[in-house]
């Protein structure tokens, strides 16, 4: 499996960062075999959302920041199937590509999907 177990600074925690659905689904479904608490993050913009039960039991982070894959776009549906990993930046720039836009303002450009 080739994925990366990266310390979070601002949780204190390890954090599961995969790089594909594949390892995604391993890791959470071995998880759940376990009985183990998990929560998932994106690039971290939000910061600690953990429900006091889950800080109880401190909750294994995974991080879908590296899941990035654009399935398809489809300029003239107005449709467009990626990963969650994909920032509001990145989903700009593909846009910008057909002079297009997303009518959204996160609160951090490098928030994921």
């Not at 600074?9 to 594909?20: G, I, L, N």
Request: charged share 20%.
């Amino acid at each position: 499996m080739n994925h990366t177990m990266e310390e979070n600074p601002t949780a204190k925690v390890s954090e599961f960062v995969p790089e594909t659905l594949d390892q995604t689904r391993e890791w959470v479904q071995d998880r759940i075999s376990l009985g183990e608490s998990i929560q998932i993050c994106g690039n971290g913009t939000t910061g600690e959302i953990q429900s006091q039960s889950s800080k109880e039991k401190q909750s294994l982070l995974i991080s879908t920041r590296a899941l990035k894959t654009i399935h398809f776009f489809d300029p003239d549906d107005l449709v467009a199937g990626m990963e969650a990993g994909q920032t509001a930046v990145e989903l700009q720039k593909l846009l910008a590509q057909k002079k297009m836009q997303l009518a959204i303002n996160p609160w951090y450009p490098h928030s994921t999907l």
